[in-house]
């Protein structure tokens, strides 16, 4: 029998839905309107900040010297790079470890998830020098594998969790009709897993896309993507707030939309199972 | 006839093949600050001269540091010039890390850079980094404020009439805090400015024999002052102000004085940003009679990595982008307030400049810091606001953490002093200087 709730307590529940909500959204949106404010009027008190006039000269400023469309474009090919490259790795490694479990299938899980509470900073030097070696240093090919392996263990650990909702009877009764290894995972299995497969390549572009110590770290000039176009505009020494904030804002804006417009497939995908 | 023409033809061939062969790329690291990026604004002049393009990481200065850091260390050939700071340059210039700039051409006039920063950019006479632009800290103050308070400010005060002054200058009704300064934990940001400060209490880090000295008299007077003075008539919440915070108050005429980097006089002095740009008025910064003042030295310098396939071109950008001439191109462009001071002697022999309000006092107080004799007592170390060994960038961050959390009641001075003595021997015996 479902609980009965009072119009009065469903009210105060929305408020503090809202009020939650408005909290954990309020930086992203007083950076937006930071981003429309001349510097002199962005240290102001958040108030006169409100009151003071509107323009877009902070965009102007950054448009005119930074080149957007190269961080853009470098940013969407290592976000979309790696997690696709990701996905083709670890849907083979978690379809094993679901359907084809060995006794060490688990500690494995372990061991890969152990990997993720290394301190990036730790592997930096070693990494550092591959690249070299590689002449991967500052390429989009680097990033993309460098990203694919740091998100390899979450993209492995939602798959496996999404394969294990899906009954094995099913890939049995593929095998019985004939379908072998491939056709079983590419037409029976993939597409039964689409929603749990779709939530992960969301969240591994969000998590690509928003990496910034690698992305920092092992690019310069050539593959550097929004996340250094962002640090080029904060500073130490000097109130830039405006034009951080205008950066900021056309670096969030892609995945913000993004993210925006999948939010019903990435909840679908997140709480896939979950009901039964 | 015939043959002359076809003479002239072919030179200009060669001559444009010839540039174009020799036309490089470079890439250049910087950090963001007003300076630079105007800097990469000119860049066309550049290019148009030497036919060199130019491609620029600009970075926040921290990441700017652990992102050369990596570079230089390992090799790494991801910049052909990277703009790093005092306490960098002696000691990579003394690995090996970095090209010698000693053969600059004589149009540069290298002996133009004032000594005070090319001794700073050096190891063993050698210049390693050329300044782009040069700074050190002075007072800035509310002169309608000051006024208001019966007070005058001497050029050259001493740290108790700033602590009158402040008291005098206080408004806690009307939000104005005496003295704004730098509290923040970081051997950049609060740990810059206090080590600074207690140079002109007589402390200093390491004695002869590099052992801590925070068991010292003198450094339990550095920060009992500045405790209490902070207490009195500084902002709540001093222990996590930097350069930006107090530059934002300052602006905001909630201050009535500021001791920090002598670049902040343009951004107070700018009625654009400022509200009280126009009663600001500047002196150096304090001394307590022992002969030091508490002025700190510091520039950001070009620097070329050992190793780089385009030294050539790469001291082609040093010498336009250091040179009087550049300066002379962000005058015509954008007014003498807004060229990189602090870098050449000819700039201060300048009329020019001299009508900007803050030249003199910038020139005083670079010229008042010595990196080379920065403490009343004798230190085995270079530098006024930290020491040039790789060591202390670890070690002051730390201490600066203790000494924050002084400042935020979180544990008396005596423990801070305490702690900072046995996690300075500590890092100095691992390092096997003592």
Redesign the interface.
């Known amino acids: 029998m479902a609980r009965a709730i009072t119009t009065q307590r469903k009210t105060i529940n929305t408020l503090f839905a809202w009020a939650v909500g408005l909290i954990i959204f309020f930086p992203i949106l007083w950076i937006f309107v930071l981003s429309f404010k ?3 009027d962005a ?2 008190a958040p108030f006169e900040v409100l009151t003071s006039a509107w323009t877009l000269d902070s965009y102007a400023t950054v448009q005119d ?1 930074s080149d957007y469309f190269k961080h853009f474009w470098n940013s969407v090919t290592i976000a979309v790079g790696s997690t696709l490259l990701g996905i083709l790795v670890a849907v083979p490694a978690a379809w094993s470890m679901a359907f084809v479990p060995s006794k060490r299938t688990r500690g494995i899980l372990m061991w890969m998830l152990s990997t993720k509470m290394l301190p990036a900073v730790g592997v ?2 070693p990494i ?2 591959g690249f ?1 070696k590689l002449g991967l ?2 390429t989009r090919i680097g990033l993309v594998i460098v990203l694919m392996l740091i998100n390899l263990p979450i993209i492995v650990w939602m798959l496996y969790t999404y394969f294990k909702e899906i009954p094995g009877e099913i890939l049995e009764a593929a095998r019985m009709d004939g379908a072998g290894l491939r056709e079983e995972v590419m037409y029976v299995l993939t597409p039964m897993a689409v929603p749990g497969i779709a939530s992960t390549l969301l969240l591994n572009v969000i998590l690509a896309w928003n990496e910034a110590f690698w992305t ?2 092992l690019t ?3 593959a ?1 993507p929004l996340t ?1 176009f962002i ?10 707030y405006a034009k951080l904030s205008a950066a900021s804002v056309m670096a969030i804006a892609p995945i913000l939309i993004m993210g925006w417009f999948s939010q019903k497939q990435l909840v679908r995908g997140l709480t896939f199972g979950a009901v039964k | 006839m015939k043959l002359r023409s076809v003479l002239r033809t072919a030179t200009a061939v060669s001559l444009i093949a010839g540039s174009a062969a020799y036309a490089e790329n470079i ?1 250049i ?1 910087t ?4 300076d630079m ?1 105007r800097m ?2 000119l860049t066309d002049d550049f290019t148009s001269k030497t036919g060199h393009t130019v ?9 700017l540091r ?2 050369v850091t ?2 230089i260390t ?6 052909d010039i990277m703009t790093i700071g005092m306490y960098e340059t002696p000691i990579w210039g003394a690995n090996g890390w970095l090209v010698p700039l000693d053969d600059l051409s004589e149009e540069y006039n290298v002996d133009d850079i004032l000594p005070a920063m090319a001794g700073g950019l050096s190891h063993d006479g050698t210049l390693y980094a050329a300044p782009f632009y040069g700074e050190s800290s002075m007072i800035m103050y509310r002169t309608d404020l000051m006024e208001k308070a019966g007070l005058e400010m001497p050029e050259a005060p001493t740290w108790s009439f700033v602590r009158e002054a402040a008291a005098a200058m206080t408004d806690r009704d009307n939000d104005i805090n005496g003295i704004c300064l730098r509290g923040k934990a970081g051997w ?2 609060g740990g810059a400015f206090i080590t600074a400060m207690s140079n002109s209490f007589g402390a200093r880090w390491f004695d002869m024999d590099w052992n801590a000295q925070f068991d010292t008299q003198p450094w339990k007077d550095t920060l009992e002052f500045y405790v209490g003075m902070m207490n009195e008539s500084g902002p709540a919440g001093y222990a996590t102000n ?3 915070e107090n ?2 108050l300052f ?2 005429g909630k201050c009535g004085m500021w001791i920090d ?1 002598t ?2 006089a343009s ?1 107070v002095t700018n009625p ?3 509200t009280v740009a126009d009663s600001v008025g500047f002196a150096l910064a304090p001394d307590n009679g022992l002969g030091k003042r508490s002025n700190w030295l510091w520039a950001w310098a070009l620097a070329i990595p050992a190793g780089t396939q385009k030294e050539g071109a790469a001291k082609e950008f040093i010498e336009w982008a250091t040179s009087t001439d550049y300066i002379e191109l962000v005058a015509s462009k954008e007014g003498w307030a807004n060229v990189p001071p602090g870098a050449r002697t000819s700039l201060y022999e300048n009329p020019n400049y001299m009508e900007v309000p803050f030249a003199q006092m910038t020139l005083d107080s670079i010229l008042s810091a010595d990196p080379n004799n920065s403490t009343v007592e004798p230190s085995p170390y270079v530098g006024v606001q930290f020491a040039a060994i790789p060591e202390f960038a670890g070690i002051a961050t730390e201490v600066s953490q203790e000494f924050s959390a002084v400042y935020a009641g979180q544990q008396s001075i005596d423990e801070a002093l305490e702690k900072a003595q046995a996690l300075t021997n500590d890092a100095m015996e691992a390092a096997g200087y003592r």
């Open positions: 001349s510097e002199g240290i102001k010297r930096l030097y550092y020098i070299i240093l500052d920092l770290n310069a000039a050539k550097a250094a640090a080029s505009y904060s500073s130490p020494e000097g109130l830039f | 890439v690291a950090v963001n600050n007003g990026i990469q604004g491609e620029w990481v600009t970075l926040e200065e921290n990441v652990q992102r990596t570079d390992t090799k790494g050939g991801a910049f950049g940001e930097g350069f930006n530059l934002s602006q905001q980097a670049v902040a951004f654009n940003d400022s």
